[in-house]
Nanobody
Framework: QVPLVESGGRLVQTGGSLRLSCTTP????????MGWFRQAPGKERQFVGS????????FYDDSVKVRFNISRDNAKNTVYLQMNNLKPDDTGVYYC??????????????????WGQGTQVTVSS
């Protein structure tokens, strides 16, 4: 597994926008899929969305499908989570994750090979 470093989490008001970034230090980086999960206090880590590294195919949880967008910059070894129209229910620690091969069931945490440290997103009412 390669280390992942996240950034961008902060306090934002309801209706605001925020972009999270996740990158890995230099070298060759070619995962099959990158994803974002989030975890609210007292809740289990939940799938937010994912993107395939080569084709850029995205998949989102219904709770964020309209408001969030995942993109990646292969040359920068970076994946982004653009969050719009944020709601208090979006509050939580956001984690990026990497998957080395297409192992399926990627809405669950178990198949993922690498995780970032998490970045706190707080949406105030």
């Amino acid at each position: 597994q390669v280390p992942l470093v996240e950034s961008g989490g902060r306090l934002v008001q309801t209706g605001g926008s925020l972009r999270l970034s996740c990158t890995t230090p230099g070298g060759s980086f070619s995962p099959y899929r990158m994803g974002w999960f989030r975890q609210a206090p007292g809740k289990e880590r939940q799938f937010v969305g994912s993107i395939t590294w080569r084709g850029g195919h995205t998949f989102y949880d219904d709770s964020v499908k309209v408001r969030f967008n995942i993109s990646r910059d292969n040359a920068k070894n970076t994946v982004y989570l653009q969050m719009n129209n944020l709601k208090p229910d979006d509050t939580g620690v956001y984690y990026c994750a990497g998957m080395e091969s297409d192992r399926g069931n990627f809405v669950y945490t178990a198949p993922w090979d690498a995780w970032g440290q998490g970045t706190q997103v707080t949406v105030s009412s």
